[in-house]
């Protein structure tokens, strides 16, 4: 069974930092892209950053490109989401996906995580 089990969100005031992580179970995560996604409340759900199989390959929402960074750890099958310079439009629910290489779609979700800052 597929675990993605995040952690590390809290409360922080504006330009502050925090470091979320998620840890993958189940399976061997080495083919899979990751990503983070996040949903403020009364809104979709929206892209925040992916990292491909390799972490090569990195991807950033406008809204986060230079203050957010997002790197994994292959052996441990950890992603990371570095998020710095914060905002209160931040303040959603983080959500830790993964993709199996061969498909389209993000197909592994975990709990979320939520992250709320103050201004």
């Known amino acids: 069974q597929v675990q993605l089990v995040e952690s590390g969100g809290g409360l922080v005031q504006a330009g502050g930092s925090l470091r979320l992580s998620c840890v993958a179970s189940?399976?061997?995560?080495?083919?899979?892209?990751m990503g983070w996604f996040r949903q403020a409340p009364g809104k979709e759900r929206e892209f925040v950053a992916a990292?491909?199989?390799?972490?090569?390959?990195?991807s950033y929402a406008d809204s986060v490109k230079g203050r957010f960074t997002i790197s994994r750890d292959i052996i441990k099958n950890i992603v990371y989401l570095q998020m710095n310079s914060l905002k209160p439009e931040d303040t959603a629910v983080y959500y830790c996906?993964?993709?199996?290489?061969?498909?389209?779609?993000?197909?592994?979700w975990g709990q979320g995580t939520q992250v709320t800052v103050s201004s």
């Open positions: 990292i491909n199989w390799s972490g090569i390959e990195r």
């Open positions: 996906a993964a993709r199996d290489g061969t498909k389209a779609d993000f197909g592994f």
């Open positions: 189940g399976r061997t995560f080495t083919s899979y892209a």
